[in-house]
């Protein structure tokens, strides 16, 4: 009896490790994780109406873009508007970060696996937006940000110059500067979703 | 007739226990996988490759292959009038040249992951080509030969104001050498650049034989990150 209960504890111990360890996944994981993405783009609208409430009270205004600390709320259907557009965005995402200095190296091996390669790439980065800004549940199958990263440490300076380079390629797409400001920055610069891939 | 039953009710509660044991090692094992101490090792277990291939190995001849490939649509028109980037000469400065710049100006510097490169914690500012703060971390790209053939500086904590008195001063400075851009995006303004996450300024130089890019970028939370690149192909 003793055995058999000792046993029962155990399992509910291990089990609790499990779900806090894999909690801690899409805890701090926020878009990062499709699990976490709810429907539409009224996430990436409250994360960013989040953290400007005062900004856009001041300005009053939501194309006058003037806050020094974060960006106002997203007034367009992300989806609707630019849903269509993910694959070729997530597409130039790869190839210029295949040919940056920055990250060269690290895409060399999936430039060297071949077109095929890198094509399944690029679908799993457009699943994986996809996902992330709500346009679709569970598109993305790969592993979580954390996971995927894990052991590669990188630094908040690599993080900073990727997120500069999805902010150029979203401009180069004809992206307004207010509607990335406001619509697509606020996952991108969420502390939250940058910790699920800095110093992994 | 008691005894074999109570020897087989015996072996059920040993198999019951023996399962038990089982699942609480392999529930334990499981729980662990999935910390961030484990999931190095849950990836070796399960045969889980890299999804960009981080983990595969290249030769250096391989590794210039694929930077050639990928920089293919990078090129633009006529020659570039400098292949120095930041008191480097591109395609000239070896590796061995680099290992001893660091040690003279005490920096720190470490090949990252995969590939033939090197990562300092810092670049010294007079070594700029003109004034612009300093750089807080540099990498640095050799092709197989051992050639540098890209670098690429970042300051990462500036606000909006430092951000924009540095842009002005390096974009001068690469005007006074390259010329006009080949294109430009956004504005070096504290005001534009501090105006919301993601607000942009770019500038972009492209030649057949180098690329040079100034980029700076709001990243939130009153932070803007300054990006200077120079690139050739590879050499060899």
């Not at chain 1, 155990?10 to 429907?39: P, Y």
């Not at chain 1, 960006?71 to 940056?100: F, H, K, L, R, S």
């Not at chain 2, 291939?53 to 050639?68: E, F, H, N, V």
């Not at chain 2, 300051?155 to 951000?163: I, V």
Request: proline share 5%; aromatic share 6%.
């Amino acid at each position: 009896m003793l055995a058999t209960r000792a046993t029962g504890a155990a399992i509910a111990l291990a089990l609790g490790c499990t779900l806090l360890a894999c909690g801690d996944d899409t805890g701090t994981g926020g878009a990062g994780t499709s699990g976490t993405t709810t429907t539409t783009s009224t996430k990436a609208t409250s994360v960013a109406s989040g953290t400007t409430k005062a900004t856009t009270a001041a300005n009053g205004s939501s194309n006058s873009g003037s806050s020094a600390t974060g960006a106002m709320a997203c007034n367009i259907d992300i989806c609707t508007m630019y849903g269509a557009a993910v694959p070729a965005v997530a597409g130039q995402i790869v190839d210029e970060a295949a040919a940056d200095p920055e990250f060269m190296d690290d895409f060399a091996p999936l430039v060297a696996e071949g077109p095929a390669a890198v094509m399944a790439f690029k679908t799993s980065l457009a699943n994986f937006v996809s996902d992330a800004y709500g346009c679709t549940t569970d598109a993305y199958t790969g592993p979580s940000m954390m996971a995927a990263h894990a052991g590669m440490g990188i630094t908040q300076a690599e993080y900073d110059a990727f997120i500069g380079l999805i902010a150029g390629v979203l401009a180069d797409n004809g992206v307004p500067a207010d509607q990335i400001m406001n619509c697509f920055a606020p996952p991108l610069v969420d502390p939250t979703f940058a910790n699920t891939i800095i110093g992994q | 007739m008691t005894r074999p039953r109570a020897s087989w009710k015996r072996r059920v509660a040993r198999a019951l226990m023996a399962l038990g044991g089982v699942l609480v090692l392999a529930t334990a094992f499981i729980g662990f996988a999935h910390t961030k101490w484990g999931r190095p090792f849950l990836a070796l277990m399960t045969g889980a490759k890299c999804p960009i291939g981080m983990d595969a190995s290249l030769t250096p001849k391989d590794r210039d292959a694929a930077r050639t490939q990928a920089l293919a649509s990078q090129w633009g028109q006529g020659a570039a009038p400098s292949k120095v980037a930041f008191g480097f000469v591109l395609g000239t400065t070896s590796r061995a040249d680099v290992e001893v710049w660091a040690t003279k100006n005490a920096l720190t510097c470490k090949q990252k992951r995969a590939g033939n490169n090197l990562v300092c914690d810092g670049f010294p500012a007079a070594q700029l080509d003109g004034p612009g703060g300093n750089p807080d971390s540099a990498r640095l790209i050799f092709d197989a030969s051992d050639k540098l053939i890209g670098v690429a500086l970042m300051r990462s904590s500036l606000d909006a104001e430092q951000a924009a008195s540095a842009w002005s001063q390096r974009a001068a400075s690469l005007a006074e050498t390259f010329g006009a851009p080949t294109s430009a995006r956004g504005e070096g303004t504290a005001a534009f650049l501090s105006s919301g996450p993601l607000r942009q300024a770019d500038l972009e130089y492209r030649f057949a034989d180098a690329s040079v890019a100034l980029r700076a970028t709001n990243l939130g939370g009153g932070r803007v990150s300054l990006t200077e690149q120079m690139m050739i192909p590879p050499t060899s």
